[in-house]
């Protein structure tokens, strides 16, 4: 098996140690505010996440770095006045190494220490050509070496389940996702799923190679018509066509749509723990009462 780096990092608020202890983990997704308004309702969510006393969060980092300061700042923030383990995004788009380096310092300045090292989206999206900078790093295993290079750092990688916009196939993505272990990553986190088997898919290839990495799928319940459709246009990742016939289904009522999203978010996430997932990372969009009403549910059926 490819092992997975260990040494003085794998501490106690180490996302690699919270996954190897006992029971599936449970993680949620926020984006740093734009506003104070926001700002509000990001604190009140992340207090009420910090209730159900979850494996780790994670905060985005906005294409071309475009909230690496509010995502430093917020991450820190949460870090500091919270009990909760934090997790930064960082990616290589329109960044210098020099520059990387002191994002990095600047997380470990705040006592964020696990980081999500992510080749990136170009500006305009993944439709858009994808530049490096000239100055840079054009793939995010050289980035995992080299925020490892950097401290006492733990970090995770982003996985493709329906295949990388760029991919050629599927075997591609495995051995990208083999090539990222090697580079230092201890665990991978998909995209937002909607097809389990192509997450069993992917993490079966990837375990065929010899590589033990935990990959952590990615989870939304949908709580609005057209929100999985706004959301594949940003992430350029298919929908499954079961789940958007549901939705089509129930569209002119907003709260079956809502109903049918939490239902169908909790029957993915059933269904991979039952499948050995390590765990589940829900994405919030900064509202938590959709992902707690998924977690209870859970809990309810002893999964929690």
Not at 40 to 68: D, K, M
Request: proline residues 6%.
């Amino acid at each position: 098996m490819t092992p997975r780096p260990d040494g003085p990092s794998f501490g106690r608020n180490s996302i690699p140690q919270l996954l190897a202890d006992d029971g599936p983990s449970f993680s949620f997704e926020f984006m740093p505010p734009r506003t104070e308004k926001a700002e509000a309702l990001l604190w009140n969510s992340v207090r009420r996440i910090e209730q159900v006393n979850p494996t780790f969060i994670s905060v985005t980092y906005g294409a071309g770095g475009s909230t690496r300061d509010r995502t430093v700042r917020i991450t820190g923030r949460i870090e500091q006045e919270t009990t909760l383990t934090t997790m930064a995004h960082l990616t290589c788009v329109g960044s210098s190494v020099a520059e990387l380096r002191q994002i990095v310092g600047e997380y470990a300045s705040v006592g964020v220490t696990n980081v999500l090292a992510l080749r990136g989206d170009p500006p305009g999206g993944p439709a858009g050509e994808w530049v490096a900078h000239p100055e840079g790093l054009d793939h995010a295993d050289k980035l995992v070496s080299l925020v490892r290079s950097l401290g006492d750092f733990t970090v995770g990688v982003a996985a493709f389940p329906d295949k990388h916009p760029e991919s050629n196939d599927l075997t591609a993505d495995a051995d990208t996702l083999v090539r990222k272990a090697e580079a230092g990553a201890s665990f991978a986190i998909t995209q937002m799923i909607t097809d389990v088997d192509a997450y069993l898919r992917l993490r079966d290839l990837v375990a065929a190679r010899g590589c033990d990495l935990p990959i952590i799928p990615g989870l939304l319940p949908v709580t609005a018509a057209g929100q999985l459709q706004r959301l594949t246009e940003l992430n350029g990742q298919p929908l499954a066509a079961d789940v958007v016939a549901r939705i089509d289904a129930v569209s002119d009522d907003a709260d079956a749509v809502r109903r049918e999203g939490i239902a169908i978010c909790t029957e993915h996430s059933e269904r991979l723990l039952r499948e050995g997932a390590p765990g589940l990372h829900f994405i919030t969009m900064n509202k938590s009462t959709a992902t707690l009403e998924v977690f209870d549910n859970l809990r309810q059926h002893s999964l929690v």
